[in-house]
């Protein structure tokens, strides 16, 4: 939430801005510069990314209301239940747990749990999904940023398309100062957005990409635990281990850190 905070805050300085020198907000709106600069960069994007990672990227600006991070301390909980119940009844006893997993790749390793996949079965499965959901997230964060490097070279091509026109009243001498101040909106639009929008919100997503990556390494030494048939008590004291040296990662804050070793190579 603080990102879309950040982002209001940004065109606010920029309108407060134009209205301590006295110029009227109205200078700062200009559709035709909206078009070729905004415009401009979706067909960019759609020629590098296509329409289906297009709506995707724009999607997750949702992300940054209600980031879609996990519950670690409940997903630990829940591991040591059924590491108790399949110690205690069998794998095939966690069949009825899968209904109450709402997380789509926790219901893919308890499935796999439940039909007795070997530990590197396991181990190569769930590396392999968290790979596959690792690269879809990463479009998110790689359209914003691209949006950015675009948006300042197409608001100079507004500006000059903006000054040609200019240039073409020269016989209205009167309409020539108002026809600049309108081609230089669209560099406004296109530096402005880059630098306060799209960049900041591209690296923002980028960093809530490697918090899941994270979030998923934990899960998946959690279910290799759990087909080790290690107690319960030792996976929720090596799991809240894990969360200890890593940080919680609730916050995109701490993305210096890289990813957890691979799974094999833990305890």
Same mark, same amino acid.
């Given at each position: 939430?603080?990102?879309?905070?950040?982002?209001?805050?940004?065109?606010?300085?920029?309108?407060?801005?134009?209205?301590?020198?006295?110029?009227?907000?109205?200078?700062?709106?200009?559709?035709?510069?909206?078009?070729?600069?905004?415009?401009?960069?979706?067909?960019?994007?759609?020629?590098?990314?296509?329409?289906?990672?297009?709506?995707?990227?724009?999607?997750?600006?949702?992300?940054?209301?209600?980031?879609?991070?996990?519950?670690?301390?409940?997903?630990?909980?829940?591991?040591?239940?059924?590491?108790?119940?399949?110690?205690?009844?069998?794998?095939?006893?966690? %069949?009825?747990?899968?209904?109450?997993?709402?997380?789509?790749?926790?219901?893919?390793?308890?499935?796999?749990?439940?039909?007795?996949?070997?530990?590197?079965?396991?181990?190569?499965?769930? %590396?392999?999904?968290?790979?596959?959901?690792?690269?879809?997230? %990463?479009?998110?964060?790689?359209?914003?940023?691209?949006?950015?490097?675009?948006?300042?070279?197409?608001?100079?091509?507004?500006?000059?398309?903006?000054?040609?026109?200019?240039?073409?009243?020269?016989?209205?001498?009167?309409?020539?100062?108002?026809?600049?101040?309108?081609?230089?909106?669209?560099?406004?639009?296109?530096?402005?957005?880059?630098?306060?929008?799209?960049?900041?919100?591209?690296?923002?997503?980028?960093?809530?990409?490697?918090?899941?990556?994270?979030?998923?390494?934990?899960?998946?030494?959690?279910?290799?635990?759990?087909?080790?048939?290690?107690?319960?008590?030792?996976?929720?004291?090596?799991?809240?281990?894990?969360?200890?040296?890593?940080?919680?990662?609730?916050?995109?804050?701490?993305?210096?850190?890289?990813?957890?070793?691979?799974?094999?190579?833990?305890?």
């Amino acid at each position: 939430m603080s990102a879309v905070i950040g982002i209001f805050l940004a065109l606010g300085v920029v309108v407060g801005s134009a209205l301590c020198d006295g110029d009227p907000i109205g200078a700062l709106f200009s559709p035709s510069a909206a078009v070729i600069v905004f415009g401009g960069a979706a067909t960019a994007l759609i020629t590098q990314f296509g329409f289906k990672h297009l709506l995707t990227g724009l999607s997750r600006f949702l992300w940054l209301i209600k980031p879609p991070l996990l519950d670690l301390p409940a997903f630990i909980e829940r591991a040591a239940e059924w590491s108790n119940i399949c110690r205690s009844q069998g794998s095939l006893a966690l %069949e009825r747990e899968l209904p109450a997993v709402t997380d789509k790749f926790q219901k893919q390793a308890l499935q796999l749990i439940v039909d007795n996949a070997s530990e590197e079965h396991l181990q190569y499965t769930l %590396e392999i999904l968290a790979l596959d959901a690792m690269h879809e997230d %990463e479009i998110s964060g790689e359209l914003w940023e691209a949006a950015g490097g675009y948006l300042p070279t197409i608001g100079v091509l507004g500006a000059v398309l903006g000054l040609i026109h200019v240039m073409m009243e020269l016989n209205h001498p009167e309409k020539l100062g108002a026809g600049v101040a309108t081609a230089f909106v669209a560099t406004i639009y296109g530096v402005g957005a880059a630098n306060l929008v799209f960049l900041p919100v591209g690296t923002r997503l980028s960093a809530l990409v490697n918090l899941r990556e994270r979030e998923r390494q934990i899960v998946i030494h959690g279910f290799m635990l759990l087909r080790e048939g290690k107690p319960g008590a030792l996976i929720k004291q090596t799991l809240h281990a894990l969360l200890t040296e890593r940080g919680k990662a609730k916050t995109p804050d701490a993305t210096a850190e890289p990813p957890i070793a691979a799974v094999g190579e833990a305890a």
